[in-house]
Protein backbone atom coordinates (compact mmCIF):
# COMPACT_ATOMS: atom_id res chain seq x y z
CA UNK A 1 0.00 0.00 0.00
CA UNK A 2 1.05 3.06 -0.55
CA UNK A 3 2.56 5.79 1.98
CA UNK A 4 1.10 9.38 1.34
CA UNK A 5 2.52 12.79 2.42
CA UNK A 6 -0.10 13.29 5.50
CA UNK A 7 -0.42 10.15 7.70
CA UNK A 8 -2.81 12.61 9.37
CA UNK A 9 -5.41 12.35 6.76
CA UNK A 10 -9.21 11.52 7.10
CA UNK A 11 -12.64 11.01 5.27
CA UNK A 12 -15.79 11.78 5.60
CA UNK A 13 -18.56 10.32 3.15
CA UNK A 14 -21.77 11.95 3.19
CA UNK A 15 -24.08 9.62 2.05
CA UNK A 16 -27.71 9.14 1.33
CA UNK A 17 -30.52 8.88 -1.22
CA UNK A 18 -30.43 11.02 -3.99
CA UNK A 19 -32.06 14.34 -3.60
CA UNK A 20 -31.51 14.45 -0.33
CA UNK A 21 -28.34 17.27 -0.36
CA UNK A 22 -25.29 14.89 -0.21
CA UNK A 23 -22.89 17.44 -3.14
CA UNK A 24 -24.34 20.51 -1.39
CA UNK A 25 -23.56 19.54 1.92
CA UNK A 26 -20.34 18.18 1.16
CA UNK A 27 -19.36 21.56 -0.48
CA UNK A 28 -20.44 23.38 2.81
CA UNK A 29 -18.50 21.25 4.72
CA UNK A 30 -15.22 22.18 2.70
CA UNK A 31 -16.50 25.77 3.04
CA UNK A 32 -16.39 25.43 6.80
CA UNK A 33 -13.07 23.79 6.77
CA UNK A 34 -11.92 26.08 4.96
CA UNK A 35 -12.87 29.35 7.19
CA UNK A 36 -11.29 27.21 9.87
CA UNK A 37 -7.79 26.83 7.80
CA UNK A 38 -8.09 22.96 7.82
CA UNK A 39 -6.63 21.80 4.21
CA UNK A 40 -8.87 19.49 2.81
CA UNK A 41 -10.63 18.77 -0.49
CA UNK A 42 -14.44 17.64 -1.67
CA UNK A 43 -14.84 15.00 -3.68
CA UNK A 44 -17.93 14.43 -5.71
CA UNK A 45 -17.81 10.40 -6.33
CA UNK A 46 -21.14 10.67 -9.06
CA UNK A 47 -18.27 12.64 -11.35
CA UNK A 48 -15.57 9.52 -10.53
CA UNK A 49 -18.01 6.60 -11.51
CA UNK A 50 -19.67 7.84 -14.71
CA UNK A 51 -18.92 5.95 -17.46
CA UNK A 52 -21.30 4.03 -19.65
CA UNK A 53 -21.59 1.01 -20.31
CA UNK A 54 -21.60 -0.01 -16.92
CA UNK A 55 -20.01 -3.54 -16.60
CA UNK A 56 -21.80 -6.51 -15.89
CA UNK A 57 -22.36 -7.13 -12.30
CA UNK A 58 -21.97 -3.25 -11.26
CA UNK A 59 -24.57 -1.45 -11.73
CA UNK A 60 -23.25 2.09 -10.53
CA UNK A 61 -19.38 1.42 -11.43
CA UNK A 62 -18.67 0.85 -7.97
CA UNK A 63 -15.28 -0.93 -9.22
CA UNK A 64 -14.39 2.29 -11.42
CA UNK A 65 -15.26 4.88 -8.61
CA UNK A 66 -12.44 3.28 -6.19
CA UNK A 67 -9.72 2.90 -8.87
CA UNK A 68 -10.59 6.57 -9.35
CA UNK A 69 -10.91 7.46 -5.60
CA UNK A 70 -7.58 5.74 -5.00
CA UNK A 71 -5.85 7.89 -7.89
CA UNK A 72 -7.79 11.17 -6.72
CA UNK A 73 -7.29 10.86 -3.39
CA UNK A 74 -3.67 10.04 -3.39
CA UNK A 75 -2.96 13.37 -5.32
CA UNK A 76 -4.89 15.43 -2.70
CA UNK A 77 -3.02 13.62 0.49
CA UNK A 78 0.49 13.94 -1.03
CA UNK A 79 -0.88 17.69 -1.59
CA UNK A 80 -0.79 18.36 2.18
CA UNK A 81 -4.94 17.74 2.42
CA UNK A 82 -5.59 16.49 5.84
CA UNK A 83 -9.71 15.68 5.37
CA UNK A 84 -11.19 14.69 2.23
CA UNK A 85 -15.27 15.08 2.29
CA UNK A 86 -16.86 12.45 -0.40
CA UNK A 87 -20.13 13.40 -1.69
CA UNK A 88 -22.00 10.16 -2.70
CA UNK A 89 -23.60 6.11 -1.78
CA UNK A 90 -22.72 3.57 -0.51
CA UNK A 91 -25.05 0.61 0.08
CA UNK A 92 -22.83 -2.16 2.04
CA UNK A 93 -20.55 -2.68 4.88
CA UNK A 94 -18.06 -4.12 1.96
CA UNK A 95 -18.69 -0.97 -0.15
CA UNK A 96 -17.48 0.72 2.77
CA UNK A 97 -14.50 -0.87 4.51
CA UNK A 98 -13.18 -0.88 -0.05
CA UNK A 99 -14.00 2.90 0.06
CA UNK A 100 -11.90 3.43 3.04
CA UNK A 101 -9.10 1.14 1.50
CA UNK A 102 -9.18 3.21 -1.75
CA UNK A 103 -8.55 6.57 0.11
CA UNK A 104 -6.12 5.44 2.59
CA UNK A 105 -7.64 6.86 5.79
CA UNK A 106 -9.89 6.69 8.15
CA UNK A 107 -13.19 7.05 6.66
CA UNK A 108 -16.50 8.42 8.93
CA UNK A 109 -19.82 8.23 7.15
CA UNK A 110 -22.34 10.70 7.93
CA UNK A 111 -25.92 9.19 6.25
CA UNK A 112 -28.61 12.48 5.41
CA UNK A 113 -32.36 12.09 5.59
CA UNK A 114 -35.35 14.28 4.67
CA UNK A 115 -38.71 13.65 4.69
CA UNK A 116 -39.94 11.75 1.93
CA UNK A 117 -42.06 14.73 0.58
CA UNK A 118 -38.76 16.99 0.49
CA UNK A 119 -36.98 14.89 -2.01
CA UNK A 120 -39.76 14.33 -4.12
CA UNK A 121 -39.88 18.24 -4.60
CA UNK A 122 -36.40 18.59 -4.71
CA UNK A 123 -36.32 15.76 -7.28
CA UNK A 124 -39.03 17.31 -9.15
CA UNK A 125 -37.35 21.11 -9.33
CA UNK A 126 -33.96 19.39 -10.52
CA UNK A 127 -35.70 17.03 -13.42
CA UNK A 128 -38.34 19.72 -14.39
CA UNK A 129 -39.38 19.14 -17.76
CA UNK A 130 -37.38 15.46 -17.64
CA UNK A 131 -40.22 13.14 -16.73
CA UNK A 132 -38.06 10.14 -17.28
CA UNK A 133 -35.41 10.46 -15.13
CA UNK A 134 -37.81 12.18 -12.54
CA UNK A 135 -39.95 8.78 -12.27
CA UNK A 136 -36.38 7.04 -12.27
CA UNK A 137 -34.74 9.50 -9.47
CA UNK A 138 -38.29 9.03 -7.21
CA UNK A 139 -38.04 5.03 -8.01
CA UNK A 140 -34.55 5.20 -6.74
CA UNK A 141 -35.30 7.74 -3.80
CA UNK A 142 -37.24 4.88 -2.28
CA UNK A 143 -35.75 2.18 -2.97
CA UNK A 144 -32.43 3.29 -1.69
CA UNK A 145 -33.66 4.63 1.14
CA UNK A 146 -34.82 1.13 2.36
CA UNK A 147 -31.59 -0.28 1.18
CA UNK A 148 -29.71 2.26 3.98
CA UNK A 149 -32.79 2.20 6.69
CA UNK A 150 -31.33 -1.63 6.40
CA UNK A 151 -27.46 -1.22 5.82
CA UNK A 152 -25.15 -0.42 8.88
CA UNK A 153 -22.57 1.93 6.89
CA UNK A 154 -23.55 5.03 8.92
CA UNK A 155 -21.83 6.16 11.96
CA UNK A 156 -24.59 9.00 12.51
CA UNK A 157 -27.35 10.80 10.80
CA UNK A 158 -28.13 14.04 10.23
CA UNK A 159 -31.53 15.40 9.00
CA UNK A 160 -31.93 17.46 5.92
CA UNK A 161 -35.58 18.38 5.74
CA UNK A 162 -35.63 21.81 7.18
CA UNK A 163 -32.35 24.16 8.63
CA UNK A 164 -30.12 26.12 6.02
CA UNK A 165 -27.32 24.31 4.36
CA UNK A 166 -24.51 26.05 6.25
CA UNK A 167 -26.48 24.64 9.61
CA UNK A 168 -26.73 21.39 8.47
CA UNK A 169 -22.73 21.43 7.41
CA UNK A 170 -21.78 22.53 10.48
CA UNK A 171 -23.76 19.74 12.44
CA UNK A 172 -21.98 17.32 10.05
CA UNK A 173 -18.75 18.83 10.76
CA UNK A 174 -18.99 18.88 14.61
CA UNK A 175 -20.68 15.12 14.61
CA UNK A 176 -17.57 14.08 12.70
CA UNK A 177 -15.51 15.49 15.19
CA UNK A 178 -13.64 17.70 12.39
CA UNK A 179 -13.35 21.12 14.62
Not at 13 to 32: C, F, I, P, S
Not at 61 to 68: D, E, K, M, Y
Not at 81 to 95: M, N, S, W
Request: charged fraction near 25%; aromatic fraction near 4%; glycine fraction near 10%.
Amino acid sequence: MRVHGNGDASALLVNGTVGVGKTTVAEAVGDLLADAGISHAVLDLDSLRQSWPAPPGDRFNFGLLLRNVRSVAANYLDAGATRLVLAGVIEQPDERRRLAEAVVAGLTVCRLRADRAVLRGRLARRHDGEPEALRWHLDRCGELDAILDRSTVDDFTVDTTTGSVTGIAASVVEQAGWL
